[in-house]
């Protein structure tokens, strides 16, 4: 079992940057891949990045690619997402999970969710 808190949303406007951090807590952090995902108001959930045990195996989806980072910190625990250049179709609630198996880009690919942080680019 592992536990996932999400930080660091807020009200930014276009433009703007942000950094997500999400904390676990539970099992051994090292040995999950990390992912993001972003659920705007009726709409279904997407992947925005994700990284797998070494932070060279990084993925991204092409919406967010050259804008956003995604990094990991396991002494800390932590997954973060840095957020430049942000769009208003970047709004929506942000989400941290953590996978066993792969740093996929499928929702059904990770274990543990966070409880999601909202985002809101104004234009």
């Known amino acids: 079992q592992v536990q996932l808190v999400e930080s660091g949303g807020g009200l930014v406007q276009a433009g703007g940057s942000l950094r997500l951090s999400c904390a676990a807590s539970g099992r051994t952090f090292s040995s999950f891949a990390m992912g993001w995902f972003r659920q705007a108001p009726g709409k279904e959930r997407e992947f925005v990045a994700a990284v797998g045990w070494s932070i060279g195996n990084a993925y991204y989806a092409d919406s967010v690619k050259g804008r956003f980072t995604i990094s990991r910190d396991d002494a800390e625990n932590t997954v973060l997402l840095q957020m430049n250049n942000l769009k208003p179709e970047d709004t929506g609630v942000y989400y941290c999970?953590?996978?066993?198996?792969?740093?996929?880009?499928?929702?059904?690919?990770?274990?543990?969710w966070g409880q999601g942080t909202q985002v809101t680019v104004s234009s």
């Open positions: 999970a953590a996978s066993q198996t792969v740093a996929g880009i499928s929702h059904e690919s990770y274990d543990y």
